[in-house]
C-alpha cells in the first residue's frame, strides 16, 4: 500500500475518532498503541522497510483501535446490532480487536524473525511467533489490569469485561487463534513479498 494513501486513511480515520468520542479517557488508551505504531512505522521506513502485505494489516489493525476507542468497545454499532440479531449476552467487538492482536503482530513478528535469520526451521519459526503474540496479549491483560487498578472505574470502558468472568482468558485465547489462523492464511504470500522485498538488495550486492 502506497505510503500516501496509508497515511490518509490513518489521519482520516484518526481526526473521525476523535471527534466526540464516547469517552475520552477510552479513546486516549484504544488509539495510543495505533499512535505508536505510526510513529514506529514512520521512522523506520527507509532502513527498514515491510511488505505490502505488513503495512496492510497494521493499517487494518490501527483501524480497529481507532473505531474502538471512539465507540467504546463495549458500545460499538454493528457489534451491537450483531448482539441483538444473535442475541448475544455482550458486544463482542472487544473480541475482534483480540483476534487481531494476535492476528497482525504474527505477521511482524514472522517478518523480524525471518529477515534478521533468528531461526531457519519453519517449525520453530511458527512456534516462536505463536509464544510472542501469546506474550504480547499476556502484557496487554497486565496492562489493563494496572490501569484499572490506578484509575478505577474510570477503567471500565478500556476493560470491556462486561461482566464476563472468562473475559481475560477469553480475549488471550481469540490471539491465539488469530496467530494461528495468519500463519495458515499468509505464510506463502508472506515469503513471496518478502523475497521481492530482498530481491534489490541481493542485486545491489
Given at each position: 500500500?502506497?505510503?500516501?494513501?496509508?497515511?490518509?486513511?490513518?489521519?482520516?480515520?484518526?481526526?473521525?475518532?476523535?471527534?466526540?468520542?464516547?469517552?475520552?479517557?477510552?479513546?486516549?488508551?484504544?488509539?495510543?498503541?495505533?499512535?505508536?505504531?505510526?510513529?514506529?512505522?514512520?521512522?523506520?521506513?527507509?532502513?527498514?522497510?515491510?511488505?505490502?502485505?505488513?503495512?496492510?494489516?497494521?493499517?487494518?489493525?490501527?483501524?480497529?483501535?481507532?473505531?474502538?476507542?471512539?465507540?467504546?468497545?463495549?458500545?460499538?454499532?454493528?457489534?451491537?446490532?450483531?448482539?441483538?440479531?444473535?442475541?448475544?449476552?455482550?458486544?463482542?467487538?472487544?473480541?475482534?480487536?483480540?483476534?487481531?492482536?494476535?492476528?497482525i503482530p504474527a505477521m511482524v513478528?514472522?517478518?523480524?524473525?525471518?529477515?534478521?535469520?533468528?531461526?531457519?526451521?519453519?517449525?520453530?519459526?511458527?512456534?516462536?511467533?505463536v509464544c510472542v503474540c501469546l506474550?504480547?496479549?499476556?502484557?496487554?491483560?497486565?496492562?489493563?489490569?494496572?490501569?484499572?487498578?490506578?484509575?478505577?472505574?474510570?477503567?471500565?470502558?478500556?476493560?470491556?469485561?462486561?461482566?464476563?468472568?472468562?473475559?481475560?482468558?477469553?480475549?488471550m485465547a481469540w490471539a491465539l487463534?488469530?496467530?494461528?489462523?495468519?500463519?495458515?492464511?499468509?505464510?506463502?504470500?508472506?515469503?513471496?513479498?518478502?523475497?521481492?522485498?530482498?530481491?534489490?538488495?541481493?542485486?545491489?550486492?
Open positions: 500500500m502506497r505510503t500516501i494513501a496509508w497515511a490518509t486513511i490513518f489521519l482520516a480515520t484518526l481526526v473521525w475518532s476523535a471527534i466526540a468520542p464516547s469517552d475520552s479517557f477510552t479513546w486516549f488508551l484504544e488509539v495510543l498503541p495505533a499512535l505508536i505504531g505510526a510513529g514506529m512505522l514512520l521512522a523506520t521506513r527507509r532502513r527498514f522497510p515491510l511488505t505490502p502485505l505488513l503495512y496492510g494489516l497494521i493499517l487494518v489493525h490501527c483501524l480497529i483501535l481507532m473505531r474502538g476507542g471512539h465507540y467504546t468497545y463495549a458500545e460499538e454499532p454493528f457489534f451491537n446490532w450483531l448482539k441483538e440479531m444473535f442475541g448475544w449476552s455482550r458486544n463482542n467487538y472487544d473480541k475482534l480487536g483480540h483476534f487481531a492482536q494476535g492476528f513478528a514472522r517478518e523480524i524473525l525471518l529477515r534478521k535469520a533468528v531461526v531457519s526451521g519453519r517449525g520453530w519459526l511458527n512456534f516462536l511467533v506474550a504480547i496479549s499476556a502484557f496487554y491483560e497486565l496492562l489493563e489490569w494496572w490501569v484499572a487498578a490506578l484509575s478505577g472505574t474510570a477503567a471500565d470502558a478500556f476493560l470491556a469485561t462486561q461482566g464476563y468472568v472468562w473475559d481475560t482468558q477469553s480475549d487463534l488469530g496467530a494461528i489462523l495468519a500463519l495458515l492464511m499468509f505464510a506463502k504470500i508472506h515469503d513471496h513479498q518478502l523475497a521481492e522485498l530482498q530481491r534489490p538488495a541481493r542485486n545491489e550486492g
